[in-house]
């Protein structure tokens, strides 16, 4: 029996016309319950942080130390991905930030959690993060077919938004039966599926050239989207955007760069 996808020679059409790629769908889910995991930490962090200090000052503070490497360490991260094998980036990244949260859930844990700690992992996970994201995205055009690029952004769009709506719901669970800890404990194990899929992937590892593709599409989709198109989700300091699946400006983007 052959390992290829039996889908992956027939024209990709529709909607949903990347997920017919065994790849991507293996990404995109992994990516997904990674994501979850994410906005569950975000949720917990949140509540511990507001429960330890009482201030909305220096819960607002977090956003702060999430936001200065993000944008200082986002010069520099793309080229990362560009030039060296984006599966070992993900897979290191995606390691460090298994290992962050794990600490995390284990000093709340103990009872000896203070706000500068918070401060402190939120501050490494973002510049971590600055480094994941761009690996991430490079790794979706070895993932489809040139042709199913701008399916796949925005499938990538539904992932994030999807994540934002379901992580947060999940975190208040968890803490309710848990603790906060159970949400940090969560989103460790969350990384396991990043860390695992890219093993089980069998398209090659395409040229920066090709990454830079991915990102320059995502640019132009959503610079000639309508308001109402666009779609913003935020994961350790990264920002995401796309268009609605099947929308007419991801078809226009084919037809003018395809």
Not at 165 to 178: D, F, N, S, V, Y
Not at 241 to 253: N, Q
Request: include cysteine; charge should be positive; glycine fraction near 8%.
């Amino acid at each position: 029996m052959s390992d290829e996808d039996p889908l992956a020679d027939r024209p990709a059409t529709g909607r949903l016309a990347a997920f017919r790629f065994r790849d991507f769908r293996l990404f995109w889910l992994s990516l997904f319950i990674s994501n979850i995991g994410t906005w569950m930490q975000m949720t917990a962090t949140n509540w511990l942080l507001y429960e330890l200090t009482d201030s909305p000052l220096q819960l607002g503070l977090n956003g702060v130390f999430r936001a200065i490497p993000a944008i200082a360490l986002g010069l520099i991260s793309g080229t990362f991905a560009d030039r060296y094998d984006r599966r070992k980036l993900l897979l290191g990244t995606q390691v460090v930030l298994a290992g962050l949260s794990l600490a995390l859930g284990l000093l709340d844990r103990s009872g000896q959690i203070q706000a500068w700690q918070i401060y402190l992992f939120t501050f490494i996970s973002s510049a971590v993060g600055s480094f994941d994201g761009p690996a991430r995205q490079a790794l979706f055009p070895s993932l489809v077919p040139r042709a199913v690029l701008p399916n796949a952004v925005a499938l990538n769009s539904l992932l994030w938004k999807g994540a934002a709506l379901l992580g947060p719901t999940l975190g208040g669970i968890a803490i309710a039966a848990m603790g906060t800890s159970g949400a940090f404990f969560a989103n460790a194990a969350s990384f396991l599926a990043v860390v695992v899929a890219p093993l089980f992937l069998r398209g090659r590892n395409r040229t920066g050239k090709a990454a830079r593709l991915f990102r320059r599409n995502q640019s132009w989709i959503f610079l000639h989207c309508s308001p109402a198109d666009h779609s913003w989700a935020h994961r350790d300091g990264s920002l995401r955007f796309g268009v609605r699946p099947g929308s007419r400006h991801a078809d226009d983007f084919r037809q003018r760069h395809f």
